[in-house]
Structure formats: structure tokens, C-alpha cells
């Protein structure tokens, strides 16, 4: 039997370049972002770009694609499973 989640989602899919620029696809939302950290929700987890001098270039939600410049300095995901249906903010999603 085919799995119904592996349907619907898109493929992500990231690509940086000598740590200055970095394509992103398979985003599904931005969540917040500032000149020192950009939290992006993937379809494999939430995902945060820690780094300086940070901006999104481009961004295309209907594609599920970002691009960042700046200095990048990490990436870090976490799950997302069941947040949404939990009805918690984003606030309670980051310090749990």
C-alpha cells in the first residue's frame, strides 16, 4: 500500500554555496527571519539558518523555494510532527 504523506510531499532539497548563498526547496512556510537567523518550516522538519548578515533573496512559496544570502554559519532541524494539530504557537514550538 502506498504511503499517503510521501504523496503529497515535495522534495527538499539544500544547496550552499562557499557559505555565502544557499538555495532551499521543499519549503512550505517561513516562520521568521532577522539579519542572524532564519526559521523555515520543510517538509522535513523545522528548519533554522544561524549565520550574519542574513536576507532572503528570493522567496517563492507556491515553488516551496528559498534563497538565502549572507553568511552562513549552521543549519539545525527538528520534527514537526504533530505541532499543527496541537494548536501551539511558535513560541511553544521552539522551547520544548
Given at each position: 500500500m502506498e504511503?499517503?504523506?510521501s504523496v503529497n510531499k515535495k522534495m527538499h532539497k539544500l544547496m550552499l554555496t562557499n557559505r555565502?548563498?544557499?538555495t532551499i526547496?521543499?519549503?512550505n512556510d517561513v516562520l521568521s527571519?532577522?539579519?542572524n537567523e532564519i526559521l523555515l518550516e520543510?517538509?522535513?522538519g523545522m528548519l533554522m539558518?544561524?549565520?550574519s548578515e542574513l536576507h532572503v533573496s528570493r522567496l517563492s512559496l507556491d515553488k516551496g523555494e528559498v534563497d538565502i544570502d549572507g553568511r552562513i554559519d549552521s543549519f539545525t532541524y527538528?520534527?514537526?510532527?504533530?505541532y499543527?494539530?496541537?494548536g501551539e504557537s511558535l513560541l511553544a514550538r521552539l522551547f520544548k
Amino acid at each position: 500500500m502506498e504511503d499517503l504523506n510521501s504523496v503529497n510531499k515535495k522534495m527538499h532539497k539544500l544547496m550552499l554555496t562557499n557559505r555565502r548563498t544557499c538555495t532551499i526547496s521543499g519549503v512550505n512556510d517561513v516562520l521568521s527571519f532577522d539579519v542572524n537567523e532564519i526559521l523555515l518550516e520543510t517538509e522535513q522538519g523545522m528548519l533554522m539558518i544561524k549565520g550574519s548578515e542574513l536576507h532572503v533573496s528570493r522567496l517563492s512559496l507556491d515553488k516551496g523555494e528559498v534563497d538565502i544570502d549572507g553568511r552562513i554559519d549552521s543549519f539545525t532541524y527538528s520534527e514537526t510532527v504533530g505541532y499543527n494539530s496541537k494548536g501551539e504557537s511558535l513560541l511553544a514550538r521552539l522551547f520544548k
